[in-house]
Every structure is written in structure tokens, then in C-alpha cells.
């Protein structure tokens, strides 16, 4: 088939007048085959030639046309698609070699071997083809002339090729650039979508001009922009309760002093009614010279979180408070034991010694045998009312209750120095106000479980106790000379993990109990454990 009809030349004005018809399109974002058909039209009028641009696929392997309005319907069908090699005529050779290609005989060429038979039906002799490529460097495609007679361009004709060529590479170029945007946005959105938190982004005003669904199941329905959000916004601060004010918002702050916020927590009631808790963040955009231009903002709904966290807590005072009550039973038990040997079995065995005793003075016609059993058994009840005694005092000295810690401590730390061969220094005030029972029994326990651990572990022929008032706290040391603790061990039993801490871990129940807590030191050097728990400073 024959090309169609090309106008006579119009005045050279015309080309002014229609490349700016092409600029216009591309400046209003008209589709790239428009405005590439009317840029081969103005060529084409000032020409007399044929003119067409073929297009190179995103992926640089083929060339397809993307305009040629005056191109005969038999070449036009020939040269639609076809791989970029270059060998695939004057087009694919110029973007391989980044130059204008010109076949003055496609007959008789080897580059337009595939398509000899489309030239000849469609009467074209010669094509000229020049590449225009991207702002870094990536090939875009060519503008191509074909004329009916085998003849290279004139000085016209290249001037005209190159300003079409500008003008197709711009137009190009820009619709990639807009493609790209596309697909970013695009991508953007499918990330949004699948986000489990909500993200919005606003502009300078707070208006939002992006919201994915996660902030609007979070808000309850489709939030407002500026002031009428802030306005129907109800939130309080989660640590005080105190209500989150206008300008409290982490958005507000970000638009307005370029502030960044992390993970606010905030109570809200959503548009719904819903009660909720958020965990609120805000970010600045900010332009190129540094000026807030708008906000990205992230919301988490962690009102599950929260609520399991308050369960959580709740469980744990309970135990707390099921631990400390079990504990004043353990005291409570102690308590009654020692005081039962001290007022039955103790009572039993000295009445014990005194019939033994009274039998040996009367024990007239005893064999030297039987009084030395006598005299035996005189010792053993002696030595049993010695441990039963022992025994009692260990379980809950009495001088816990009659004297206070002090005494009791002294008491201790005699009877464990005599015991264990360890020497106890003692570094006590004069005189110590009287605590509560419960806070004394628990201080007496730690400083007896230290003791223990000192003899079963430390390996230190010394041992140190000190007591003071330090402020509004009292602050109890226990501390040896011995071999210390390996780190890990130390870590274990700071943060009560493994085994090893059930020792320690009691301690720091009992402390807990009445507000005090419990720190360990261990190295080459010895083991300091350090008690410190809130009192009322003596008067």
C-alpha cells in the first residue's frame, strides 16, 4: 500500500507554531502516542518526508513504533515490533552504535534484508534513523525518515531530524519518568494497603493527602483533615491521663518545630466511640533547604497489647502477694516451732536432766558400768537441749522479737562465726529504731541466707555486715573476701533466670514485699550484696 497524502509545504512558520503544539501536550501530560503523532505530522508537513519514532521497551530488548501517522500500512505492519540487534535495520544499528544511521538503499542493504519485501510494496528506498537517549544515558528510542528515493538527507532535512529528534527524546523521557512515578506510587500504595499499622502523610497545613486502611480501622471511620481533625480528636496522654491538647499532638509538633516522636503512647476514642490505645509517631518532610513542607505520621493499635500487659501485672501482684503471704506463713510456721521446742521439747529434756542428775546422786549399788551409762545419757540430753535450743533460735531467734534486728543480728552472727569458723565483722549503729515485724524478719532472712551462701560457696574466712540509715532508705551490705562469681552467674541471679537464683530470688521477694530491692557485686575480689529499702528516717 502506498503512504498516505503529505501536505504541500506550508510557511516555515509553521514549524514554530507546531512545535509548540507538541511542547503543550507534553507540558499538559498527554498520552506519549499523541503527542509523538503530532510531532510526525509537523516533520512530515515541513519535510515532505515520511517520518515515524519507534519506542525502546522498558527492558532495552525491542523497538516498537510508537508514531508514524503518514508510514504505508505494509511497513508499518513490518516494523511494529521487532528486537533491538544491530543488524534489525537503520534503527537498531543507531541505538547500537549511539549515532544517526542513514541506508540511502534499503533494497540493496543486508540491514533490511527481513523486510526487502515491505520497502519494495510500500515504495521506500532510503531510511535515515537517529537515537535519542536519556539524561543518563539509557537508549529511549529513534526518530526514523523514510523517503521513496535513495538519496541521504539534505542540510535541511538533518536540521529538521534534530529538532524532532529533541522534542521525541523529551517527550519520551518525560513519559517514562511519569510511568515511573506511576509504578511508585503504585508500589507505594500496595505497601501502604498491607501495612498493619496506620500511616498517614499531610501537607504543610495538616490537611491529609495520604491514608492507608490500617489508620482508618484505627480512627474508626475516614479521618478529617487540619483543624476539624484536631478539633474531633479526643485522646489523654496514657502515663498521666492529662488530656493531649492541639498542638500536643506529635503531627502538630512536627509541621510546627520539625520535631520527630517515637512511639507516644496515647489513650484516644476513635471516631466511633471506641476506646483505644495508640502508639503515636510523627515525622517532618522536609524540603531541600530544609523547610517543613508536610508529616508523616504512623499509628499501632497496641490496646491488646496494653490490656495483656495490665493482665500481666495483675497476675503478678497476685502472686506477689500470694509469695509474700506465703512467706509470712513460712515465718509464722517457724515461729511456732521454735517456740514449741523452746516451751516443750526443751522444757522435756531439761526435766530429763534433772531426774538423770537426781538418779545419779541416789544411785547407791550402781555398777561402775551402769553409772557410766548414767553419766552418758546425763551428757547426750545435755548436748540435745543444746541443739533443740540452737535448733530454735535458728528457725526464729527470740531476739528478733524482744530486742529488734540488732540483737538479733549480733546473736547471728556469734553463733555462725562458732559454727562455721568464718569471722563476721560487725559494723551496726548504736542504737537502730524498731521496724515493723514483717520488714525485720525479712532483713534477718536476708542476712541469714547471705551468711549460708558465704559458708557454702565463697570459700572467704571473713564476712561483713553493715547497717545504716542513708536518707529516707535503710541500706543493709553483706559482703566477703572470697573467690566472686563468675559473670554470667551474676547476670543469672540479677535477673532471677536459671536454677541458681532460687536463693537470691527469695531475697529479693522478701524485699520486694515492703518496696526494696536487692543488688549483687561479685568479683576476684568477694561478693557484695547491697539492700536498700525506703523507711522513715528515725526522729
Known sequence: MTAQPIPELPDPETLLGGERRVLELIATGAPLAETLDALCRVI?????????????????????????????????????????????GACGKAIHERQPIVVPDVIASPLYAQWREAAAASGI????????????????????????????????????????????????ERDHAEQSLRDSERLLRLVMDALPVGVLVVDRAGDIILANPASLRIWGERIRSGEERYARSKAWWHGTGEPVTRDGWASARALRE??????????????????????????????????????????????SRIEAERKLHESLDRL???????????????????????????????????????LARAGTGLSDADRWILAESIDLTERSMTGIRTLSYVLHPPFLDEGGLLSALRWYAGGFSSRSGITVDLDLPEVFPRLPQDVETALFRVVQEALLNVHHHAESPTAAIHLRIDGPDLLLEIEDCGHGMAPQLVAQLTTDAGAPGVGIAGMRERLQQFGGRLDIASGAAGTRLTVRMPIEAPQ
Do not use: Y
Not at 132 to 159: C, I, K, M, N, Q
Not at 285 to 301: F, K, L, M, Q, S
Open 125 to 172: 528506498a532510503s531510511v535515515w534513523s537517529t537515537p535519542f537517549f536519556s539524561s543518563d544515558g539509557r537508549a529511549l528510542g529513534t526518530f526514523a525518515v523514510v523517503d521513496r528515493e535513495p538519496r541521504p538527507p539534505d542540510e535541511r532535512d538533518r536540521a529538521l531530524v534534530e529538532r524532532a529528534t529533541h522534542l521525541a527524546c523529551i517527550a519520551v
Open 44 to 88: 512530515d508537513e515541513q519535510s515532505g518526508l515520511v517520518s515515524a519514532v519507534f519506542v525502546v521497551s522498558r527492558d532495552g530488548a525491542l523497538l516498537s513504533c510508537g508514531a508514524g501517522p503518514h508510514l504505508p500500512d505494509v511497513w508499518r505492519e513490518a516494523t511494529q515490533s521487532f528486537a533491538v540487534t544491530p543488524t534489525a
Open 320 to 358: 506477689r502477694g500470694l509469695t509474700g503471704n506465703l512467706m509470712r506463713a513460712q515465718d509464722e510456721e517457724r515461729r511456732r516451732i521454735a517456740q514449741l521446742l523452746h516451751e516443750t521439747t526443751a522444757q522435756d529434756l531439761a526435766a530429763l536432766k534433772m531426774h538423770l542428775a537426781a
Open 258 to 303: 520539625g520535631e520527630t516522636s517515637v512511639n507516644e503512647l496515647v489513650d484516644i476514642e476513635a471516631f466511633d466511640g471506641v476506646r483505644k490505645t495508640i502508639q503515636n509517631s510523627a515525622v517532618p518532610i522536609a524540603d531541600d533547604e530544609g523547610r517543613v513542607t508536610g508529616a508523616v505520621i504512623v499509628n499501632e493499635d497496641v490496646s
